[in-house]
């Protein structure tokens, strides 16, 4: 398998987060899409199926999950799978996506994104998922890079060498999120530039903006913060290797206005078409 | 390098348990072990908090926060939803605070109001109730955001 079949959207997007719901509900937000959290939905009926529906009314959805564990030793989750299959059914969202990272081992859930060694055993697992994953969702995912806080003695090859080979083997496209890599950089001590000179630029379908802080030792990928000047500046390099793709920004703790959002995705807008006016 | 005796030495890392993630990472690792493991605790401890906000409120955070830490170290999380890890954490507070009829009021709240927690009802039900209640609002469950920072007492 090598081409994949998920179309671009080349749009603008907000992630759906509770202090907006009246926003969205009420008006029509000037969004292209929304981007939503699977497991927050993944349960039949009840209040928040009922705002994802009429939000699903007005915009196009992403999905977005955090609890797949394409990483797990153990292999994916079947109940997890059939219930993400159900939501996807009923939502017919734009993506579908989760991380590189596991969550799960033998019965133990962190409820983390938790690092793994990029090694051909890692490869091996890792693709024989996602495989399984877009066998049952019937579509290709799209798989996004983690913020990391180490690196493991047996990588045997970079994170972007290691995305390559996923998206060579298994069909799935790439959620590229600008400052993962920009934290993961400063963190581990590579030039953000080589990966994104690395990652396979036909591949990415989506790009997520955020912000993050500094902790006592690394950089922390907080969503509490604006996007700052360094990852603005990646993401112009990033749209100039991609292209026009769906952008959008996460904001997860000391939400701010939904106008002071949408004022931060303009900034992405007119970086993204400064580059489409160049490219032209 | 097997990736399940990684896996199980990074889970036995997060919850305390002997073993060691030493043979996978060199000592330059050590900060990110640690942003981890502080993550996995604060994540669960904000959980309980969200849940638990009137018992948080009368016991005051500190106490909260070692209550929510015995809790945790107690009962790891299984399910691939938080939604009902708050499942017990009465018990614990029972444990700890075995005389005081206000922290037990308190800590069953959440469950009882106000639809009331469904005796050996439908599973579905149950989890909607829970879901309305916590996935739903106040917060969304967003374990791909980092946590900072580092105040949890160990
Ligand atoms: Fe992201």
Redesign the interface.
């Known amino acids: 398998m090598t081409a994949t079949p998920i179309a671009s959207f080349d749009r603008f997007g907000l992630g759906l987060?509770?202090p907006h719901y009246q926003d969205f509900l009420t008006s029509t937000a000037p969004v292209d899409f929304v981007e939503v959290?699977s497991?927050?939905?993944?349960?039949?009926?009840?209040?928040?199926r009922h705002?994802l529906d009429q939000i699903r009314e007005r915009h196009p959805v992403a999905l977005h999950g955090?609890?797949m564990s394409i990483?797990?030793?153990?292999g994916l989750?079947r109940a997890?799978l059939a219930r993400l299959k159900t939501l996807v059914d009923h939502v017919d969202p734009l993506f579908v996506s989760d991380?590189l990272c596991?969550?799960?081992?033998?019965?133990?859930?962190?409820?983390?994104?938790?690092?793994?060694?990029y090694?051909e055993?890692?490869l091996d697992?890792v693709c024989a998922n996602i495989l399984q994953a877009q066998d049952v969702l019937e579509r290709p995912m799209l798989i996004?890079n983690?913020?990391?806080?180490?690196?493991?003695?047996?990588d045997s090859m970079t994170e972007w060498q290691f995305l390559n080979a996923m998206c060579a083997r298994t069909g799935c496209a790439l959620l590229l999120d600008v400052n993962n890599i920009y934290v993961s950089a400063i963190?581990h001590g590579f030039d953000p530039m080589t990966y994104l000179d690395g990652v396979p630029a036909d591949r990415v379908r989506q790009i997520h903006l955020?912000g993050?802080?500094q902790?006592?030792?690394?950089l922390?990928?907080?969503?509490?913060q604006p996007v700052p000047p360094p990852v603005w500046a990646l993401y112009a390099e990033a749209c100039r290797r991609v292209g026009p793709v769906a952008t959008m920004i996460?904001r997860?703790?000391d939400i701010p206005p939904l106008a002071d959002l949408l004022a931060e995705l303009d900034m992405a807008r007119a970086i993204a078409t400064m580059d489409r006016r160049r490219a032209a | 390098?097997?990736?399940?005796a990684?896996?199980?030495d990074?889970?036995g890392w997060?919850?305390d348990r002997p073993g060691s993630m030493a043979a996978?990472?060199?000592g330059a690792?050590q900060?990110?072990?640690?942003?981890?493991h502080n993550?996995?605790h604060m994540?669960?401890a904000d959980c309980l908090h969200e849940m638990f906000e009137k018992t948080a409120l009368w016991l005051g955070d500190e106490a909260f926060m070692t209550a929510a830490r015995a809790h945790i170290d107690g009962r790891?999380?299984?399910?691939?939803?938080?939604?009902v890890y708050g499942d017990g954490f009465d018990r614990t507070l029972a444990r700890l605070y075995p005389d005081d009829r206000e922290v037990e009021s308190w800590s069953k709240s959440w469950m009882t109001a106000p639809t009331g927690r469904i005796a050996g009802g439908a599973d579905?039900m149950l989890?909607?109730?829970i879901?309305?209640r916590i996935?739903?609002?106040?917060?969304?469950?967003?374990?791909?955001?980092?946590?900072?920072?580092?105040d949890i007492p160990r």
């Open positions: 987060r509770t959290i497991e927050n939905f993944m349960i039949d009926g009840g209040r928040p705002i955090v609890s990483g797990s030793a153990d989750d997890y991380h596991w969550t799960r081992i033998a019965g133990f859930n962190a409820h983390d994104l938790l690092p793994l060694p090694t055993e890692a697992l996004e983690p913020s990391t806080y180490l690196q493991f003695t047996a963190n955020a993050h802080s902790g006592r030792d690394c922390i990928d907080t969503h509490d996460e997860d703790d | 390098m097997s990736l399940a990684m896996q199980r990074f889970a997060l919850t996978w990472v060199d690792a900060a990110g072990l640690d942003v981890y993550a996995y994540r669960l790891p999380p299984h399910g691939w939803t938080l939604g579905e989890l909607n109730t879901a309305e996935l739903g609002l106040p917060q969304d469950h967003r374990p791909d955001k980092g946590v900072a920072f580092n």
